[in-house]
């Protein structure tokens, strides 16, 4: 990850509202290689998405078939030809819960 533009940040509650409906949504800036992005959550089954806007446009760009900024899932989850299933991303959430996603 370069440190340009934001991320942008898509939580899910359940497989009913993948991909469209986030349960919660954050942004913050692209300003290191590393970042670490607080979010109140109560316990529960989540799955996020995320991605660097680069150019501002709130949009993930593609190249073709091909993402042109990075993303990444909760677990890492990646799919096949398109978005991993949401039961691959979900992850339980407690109390002291971390998750750590790499963007691609």
């Given at each position: 990850m370069n440190s340009k533009g934001e991320l942008l940040i898509a939580i899910y509650s359940s497989a009913e509202s993948y991909p469209q409906s986030p349960y919660k949504t954050a942004m913050a800036k692209a300003d290191?290689?590393?970042?670490?992005?607080l979010i109140d959550l109560p316990e529960g089954s989540y799955g996020?998405?995320?991605f660097q806007d680069v150019n501002g446009n709130k949009t993930?760009?593609?190249n073709g078939y091909i993402p042109s900024e990075k993303y990444g899932f909760s677990n890492n989850a990646r799919g096949q030809m398109g978005l991993p299933a949401f039961k691959d991303a979900a992850f339980l959430l407690k109390s002291d819960s971390k998750?750590?996603?790499?963007?691609h």
């Open positions: 290191s290689l590393t970042k670490t992005v996020i998405s995320l993930l760009d593609f998750q750590y996603i790499t963007v």
